[in-house]
Structure formats: structure tokens, C-alpha cells
């Protein structure tokens, strides 16, 4: 089964930090744009960082540049979000998602219109004092 799990969520303070990862599960990340996107409640899915494979070029929500880092690590078909300096609006589901390479700056932009159920189950992140 194709799959992806996200883990790393939790609750955290306000100025804290959490690294989420992104594991994908029956094929390879070689070749694929990688994406982080999240949703708050009550809201839609939204961008938060992508990045490419072949060059590594990385995407970010204007929102989360500067406390935000993406990576990844193909041997462990592994993708990492470091958030730094955790804000209470940062609080959301956070899900990775694979892009077709060449479109993953509009896509990072312009989240896929997938399913709910083709988000996966997600890692929650709350921000909170």
C-alpha cells in the first residue's frame, strides 16, 4: 500500500519547537516534489513547505520563512520539518503529500484537491500556553 505517515506533532508552547517527519511507505521518494501542508479547524488545506528532488529547491509559506525548515533524505525515504519559534496560529494538522516535480511550486502555492481520506491521517501540532 502507498502511503505516507506523518509523525513529530504534539503540544507546545509558543516559541517552541517540533520536527515532524514524513515516511512514505510501498515506493520510492526519488523523483518526487515533497510537500508539508496543514489545515486549521474549519479551514482549508493550505502550503506550508515543499521541495524538489532534483535540485532540492525549497518552498515556503510567507507566514513560516525564517522559522520553518524543510529536508529530506531519500536513503530513509524520509522527509523533516524543523518549526522553530512555534506560533498559536501554526496550530493545524500537518500532512506531506507527493508532487509531481516540476509543478511543486504551484502546488505548494495551490494545494492538491484531494479527498479528505487521500490526505492521511496527519500529525496534529498545537500551539499553545
Known amino acids: 500500500q502507498l502511503q505516507f505517515v506523518e509523525s513529530g506533532g504534539g503540544l507546545v508552547q509558543p516559541g517552541g519547537s517540533l520536527r515532524l517527519s514524513c515516511a512514505a511507505s510501498g515506493f520510492t521518494l526519488d523523483g518526487l516534489g515533497i510537500g508539508w501542508f496543514r489545515q486549521a479547524p474549519g479551514k482549508e488545506h493550505e502550503g506550508v513547505s515543499c521541495i524538489t528532488d532534483s535540485d532540492g529547491n525549497t518552498y515556503y509559506r510567507d507566514s513560516v520563512k525564517g522559522r520553518f525548515t524543510i529536508s529530506r533524505d531519500n536513503a530513509k525515504n524520509t522527509v523533516y520539518l524543523q518549526m522553530n519559534s512555534l506560533k498559536p496560529e501554526d496550530t493545524a494538522v500537518y500532512y506531506c503529500?507527493?508532487?509531481?516535480?516540476?509543478?511543486?511550486?504551484?502546488?505548494?502555492?495551490?494545494?492538491?484537491?484531494?479527498?479528505?481520506?487521500?490526505w492521511g491521517k496527519g500529525t496534529l501540532v498545537t500551539v499553545s500556553s
Open positions: 503529500a507527493a508532487l509531481v516535480e516540476m509543478d511543486t511550486a504551484h502546488l505548494c502555492q495551490y494545494p492538491p484537491h484531494y479527498r479528505q481520506d487521500q
